[in-house]
């Protein structure tokens, strides 16, 4: 989580590698969701040995792995998010 914050204000803000990079925020957000939800279950001891193997079983994990790609669908201009050079003919 981390490491990905660190990417969002180091290297995808600054260097232009998307045309709109603020939606990774968003992917960024639900990844912090999961992991205090995953954090809180194991310290009230409902969390098995395995999270992996629970989120493929727990409702919310998977909605929220669901918003992950949908934050990325929701953005207000079309394409791929990747900046594409194109030439002008």
Not at 73 to 86: L, M, P, T, V, Y
Request: charged share 20%.
């Amino acid at each position: 989580m981390l490491v990905l914050f660190l990417y969002l204000t180091n290297e995808a803000m600054p260097t232009g590698f998307y045309r709109q990079p603020y939606w990774l925020w968003g992917a960024a957000f639900v990844v912090f969701l999961w992991s205090l939800r995953i954090w809180g279950l194991s310290h009230r001891g409902k969390l098995d040995a395995d999270p992996v193997a629970f989120a493929i079983r727990d409702r919310a994990s998977i909605a929220l792995g669901w918003l992950s790609p949908a934050s990325s669908c929701c953005r207000s201009e079309g394409g791929d998010g990747f900046r594409s050079e194109r030439r002008q003919s």
